[in-house]
Structure formats: structure tokens, C-alpha cells
């Protein structure tokens, strides 16, 4: 059974989206992080509509895995409400999604330590 997940989270610059793929993938959280060219985001927040740039990350995981990827997001991430997306991903090359699998499992306890907001989160 397949239990791959591509997750996505936007951040504020590519400084932050750097330090959040590293953490990702030396927690074994994540087997790789794409960080994509920044663009623009139109949302509603608080009320108003607001427009900034964002960092979009593609993040390449499985349902095991997960639980440990969005506490560490949630947890480095800038944003007082982070957008994490997770879509199942139903087909794709056998040998990349068993090397994504291989490389989420769970090594060593010790390689989560508490986070730091990635930024200022005011």
C-alpha cells in the first residue's frame, strides 16, 4: 500500500524556507523539500484581503511520518496559522516512492530538539 503524502507550506522569504527544508530532513520528517520560486498569495486575514510573497515548499513524506513533519512545521513556522496541505499521492515511480518511505522512517529520538520560530512570529 502506498502511504506517500506531498505536503505543502508557504513561508515568508527563502531564508526561512532554507532553515524549515534542513530541519525537515535531518529529522528524517521528510525524504526532500522542493523550494519553489517566491510568488504571490491572496488570502483573507483577520477581515482583510491581503497580498504578500511566499515561498512555496513541496515536501515529500509518508502518513507515518507525518505526525512528526506538522509538529516540527507548526513549531519553526513564522505564521500564527501555517498552511499545511497534505494530498496522498496515488501513483507515481515505484523505486522513488520506496526511497521516500526509506528515507521518513524515524532514526533517533534525539534529533528532535524544540524549535525555534524560524523568524519573529510578530
Known amino acids: 500500500m502506498n502511504d506517500i503524502l506531498l505536503v505543502m507550506t508557504s513561508l515568508p522569504d527563502s531564508a526561512s524556507a ?56 507548526r513549531a519553526a513556522h513564522p505564521y500564527e496559522l501555517p498552511e499545511i496541505i497534505a494530498v496522498p499521492v496515488t501513483a507515481g515511480l515505484p523505486a522513488y516512492l520506496e526511497w521516500v518511505s526509506r528515507e521518513s522512517q524515524f532514526y ?12 519573529s512570529r510578530e
Open 108 to 119: 533517533n529520538q534525539d534529533a528532535i530538539s524544540p524549535c525555534e520560530p524560524l523568524i
Open 18 to 73: 532554507m532553515k524549515l527544508s534542513r530541519l525537515l530532513i535531518e529529522a528524517n520528517a521528510a525524504a526532500c523539500v522542493n523550494q519553489l520560486a517566491p510568488g504571490l498569495s491572496t488570502y483573507r486575514w483577520q477581515g482583510k484581503i491581503e497580498t504578500a510573497s511566499e515561498v512555496p515548499l513541496l515536501i515529500k513524506t509518508t502518513q507515518a511520518a507525518y505526525p512528526r513533519l506538522e509538529t516540527l512545521i
